[in-house]
């Protein structure tokens, strides 16, 4: 045998013995209006595949795989990579009902899901198998995994928009938050929910303005929230902005901003 003849039985070796192997019997889920879920699960249950159909998302007819983590009392992890970061796509929970299985997607609120006998019966492991291989060949499922900033940045802006909306209508005046993208490295991005600590800010200000009707006039002194990171919690106003650093291992950030905003 030639060297050349022995480096590829081993890299076909190597393939053989790290292929992907689907269990016999799949699972079908409805999640309502149109949407469906399969998921099959592999002979050693560690991994997954998972196609979701019927819905207007990137990820519609995609063939995904997933690692699956164990929760303990049966409750489970389906996660797998998406736009740079891990993304847990699917859970499974056990109730007093008995099992409950919930599935998200990006920028959607999530789906209860309802099995499907009928339709579990219906799927065939190997097509599905195969078209998850055609998919991985046409580059699919690794374009959806790269890392995007300006998908992320687009992402984190409408959620940031929609938790100002909500503020305004609960304080009767328009407010804003404005990140400082370009100071944010990529590894913030993939590993930070940055609305989550840049909308503090108006979210307190929505609870004071609920709980207490005459501090609505105290907020229509304000416009706009400027939010970046640092290695310091600080918060502090001039003209009508309200400038906030926060940090992403600061405690009680929520105690803080309310504080500061109750006494300003």
């Given at each position: ?58 990820l519609d007819e995609v063939v ?201």
């Open positions: 045998m030639t060297r050349l003849s022995l480096l590829l039985s081993t890299v076909l070796l190597s393939l053989n013995a790290g292929a992907l192997e689907l269990a016999k019997y799949p699972q079908a889920f409805e999640a309502g209006n149109g949407i469906s879920v399969v998921v099959a699960p592999s002979t050693d249950d560690t991994q997954a595949l998972i196609q979701v159909s019927g819905i207007n998302h990137p995904i795989l997933t690692t699956l983590k164990d929760r303990g009392n049966d409750d489970r992890d389906y996660s797998t990579t998406l736009n740079g970061s891990a993304y847990t796509m699917l859970v499974k929970r056990q109730g007093w009902g008995g099992e409950r299985y919930q599935l998200y997607l990006p920028n959607t609120d999530g789906f209860e899901l309802g099995f499907d006998d009928a339709k579990s019966k219906q799927v065939k492991p190997t097509t599905l198998l195969a078209l998850y291989e055609q998919q991985k060949q046409q580059g699919i499922q690794d374009k959806l995994s790269r890392f995007d900033r300006e998908q992320r940045v687009a992402d984190f802006t409408a959620q940031l928009q929609e938790i100002d909306q909500a503020a305004s209508a609960s304080c009767g005046t328009p407010l804003t938050t404005v990140v400082d993208w370009p100071a944010l490295e990529d590894d913030k991005l993939k590993r930070l929910g940055v609305p989550s600590f840049c909308a503090e800010v108006v979210r307190q200000l929505a609870n004071l303005c609920e709980s207490d009707a005459d501090y609505k006039t105290q907020a229509k002194q304000l416009k706009t929230v400027e939010c970046s990171f640092d290695e310091q919690l600080k918060l502090r106003e001039n003209d009508a902005i309200l400038r906030f650093t926060t940090h992403e291992k600061a405690p009680n950030q929520g105690d803080f901003i309310n504080a500061f905003l109750r006494n300003r």
